[in-house]
């Protein structure tokens, strides 16, 4: 405990005490682990969108039935008639990104099915 009430200057001014600067490195690994996490994530609902979209392609209804399925009518309707305004973005290929976003194990069950 006695290093800790310790004070780093630099220059004549106080910079921190060795608790601040503990604090404050735990404070950085938790945030880097957090986003590392974050895009560990991103990254796997990426694949998963593929996969399925890619086992799904010639039966794009089947995407549409789960989608409205598992987010419900209303969710489903919303998306769809955002969709509707943005041509470039693959319908299909969108839904699959969701459903794989919020419902991983399900999707991933889909896969094996």
């Known amino acids: 405990t006695f290093m800790r009430r310790i004070n780093i ?16 490195a735990k404070t950085g690994a ?3 682990t957090i986003k590392k996490k974050a895009d560990t994530d ?9 996969k399925l979209y890619k086992k799904y392609i010639g039966y794009r209804e089947r995407i549409h039935t789960m989608a409205n399925a598992k987010l419900g009518g ?11 305004n943005k041509p470039s973005i693959d319908r299909e290929l969108h839904l699959c ?8 194990l399900e999707m ?5 099915a």
Do not use: C, H
């Open 97 to 104: 990104y969701i459903l794989a976003d919020q419902f991983p």
């Open 42 to 50: 991103i990254f796997d609902a990426q694949v998963l969108a593929n």
């Open 9 to 24: 200057t630099f220059l004549g001014k106080g910079l921190l005490t060795i608790d601040n600067w503990i604090s404050k």
């Open 108 to 112: 991933k069950g889909e896969l094996m």
């Open 30 to 32: 938790v945030a880097g």
């Open 74 to 84: 209303q969710e489903y309707a919303r998306i769809i008639a955002d969709l509707a």
